[in-house]
């Protein structure tokens, strides 16, 4: 089965500093899909970023970039020029092409501090 | 302002009480989810609809029953529940249940069972 690992229950960074989060995965696919999610207080789940796996160049929106790394199933976020608002808790999660199943890790709780 | 609305957004019942909660997808999917999310644990895939038909269900106790109407309108009815079943609520659609479908997120119901 797969599983979806975030290494880091909190983390915290300075208002438009850079920070990453860390998502480590196992399967045994080639191909399937890969997505962070952000969880405000308001508990709206809200669609970050996704990288397909057969695609080698690393996604990116605005201030928001991933570093996929296949071969060590890894899948970390970087954001730049971090904002308050940005403060949520962020889930990585996986999704196998085959089905329609999202398998998320535990979270990081990120603070961005003014 | 995702397009997914959930009512209430915060239940409280008893064990013995019989509640239900509403989702409901402006966006035109074909596809719905519920979600589970309990505090400390990643988020748990509880059922999946398509076109109304439900296609999964992730081995849920029948204390849970859901409802797609049609693909607009998802809901789970709920009786007998445990404290244990205390936890946010998430539902979720996406256009189909095609591999590359982004999943959409409702903000959730937190439902405490007494």
């Known amino acids: 089965a797969q599983t979806v690992t975030q290494s880091q229950p909190e983390m915290s960074v300075q208002e438009a500093e850079t920070v990453t989060l860390s998502c480590t995965y196992d399967?045994?696919?080639?191909?399937?899909?890969l997505f962070w999610y952000k969880q405000p207080p308001s508990r709206q789940m809200i669609l970050v970023i996704r990288?397909?796996?057969?695609?080698?160049q690393n996604a990116t929106e605005n201030r928001f970039s991933v570093n996929f790394q296949k071969a060590a199933k890894s899948f970390s976020l970087k954001i730049s020029d971090s904002q308050l608002g940005d403060a949520a808790m962020y889930f990585c999660?996986?999704?196998?092409?085959?089905?329609?199943?999202?398998?998320f890790g535990e979270g990081t709780q990120l603070t961005v501090n003014p | 302002e995702t397009g997914v609305t959930q009512t209430p957004r915060h239940l409280v019942m008893g064990m013995t009480n019989k509640k239900s909660l509403k989702c409901e997808q402006h966006?035109?999917?074909?596809?719905m989810y519920w979600y589970k999310q309990s505090a400390k644990k990643p988020l748990e895939l509880m059922f999946v609809?398509?076109?109304?038909?439900?296609?999964e269900n992730n081995s849920v106790p029948s204390r849970f029953s859901p409802e797609c109407p049609n693909s607009s309108h998802l809901f789970l009815h709920l009786h007998t529940l445990q404290p244990e079943d205390s936890a946010l609520y998430l539902c979720?659609?996406?256009?189909?249940?095609?591999?590359?479908?982004?999943?959409?997120f409702g903000p959730g119901t937190r439902l405490l069972v007494l």
């Open positions: 979720a659609s996406s256009q189909d249940l095609g591999q590359a479908e982004t999943q959409y």
């Open positions: 399967t045994s696919e080639s191909d399937y899909y």
């Open positions: 990288q397909e796996a057969y695609k080698q």
């Open positions: 999660a996986y999704k196998e092409t085959s089905g329609s199943r999202l398998t």
């Open positions: 966006l035109g999917h074909n596809a």
């Open positions: 609809y398509n076109f109304k038909e439900q296609t």
